[in-house]
Nanobody, 115 residues
């Protein structure tokens, strides 16, 4: 059974940092495109960042220069380093894995940016 388990969320003040992790129980993890999405209350889920094993990462305009996505294929883990956090970054963050027609989601981790 495939599992994506996120961790690292929490409450942080504006300007602070958090690092999210997503551990994936996927065989051939390297072949999956991995991404982070987020969903704020009352809003649609949106792509934050996406990375494959052989192409540069891409980011939502709202997080460029502040967030960095990375992956460790040896550990089957993808990360999201979030710096200079803003209140508008408050959301549930979801890990996503895609390969051809196979799509998997994590359960989500809450990130709250507030003073």
């Amino acid at each position: 059974q495939v599992q994506l388990v996120e961790s690292g969320g929490g409450l942080v003040q504006p300007g602070g940092s958090l690092r999210l992790s997503c551990a994936a129980s996927l065989s051939s993890f390297w072949s999956y495109a991995m991404a982070w999405y987020r969903q704020a209350p009352g809003k649609q889920r949106e792509l934050v960042a996406r990375v494959t094993s052989n192409t540069p990462a891409n980011y939502a305009d709202s997080v460029k220069g502040r967030f960095t996505i990375s992956r460790d294929n040896a550990k089957n883990t993808v990360y999201l380093q979030m710096n200079n956090l803003k209140p508008e970054d408050t959301a549930v963050y979801y890990c996503n894995a895609v390969r051809v027609i196979n799509i998997y989601w994590g359960q989500g981790t809450q990130v709250t940016v507030s003073s």
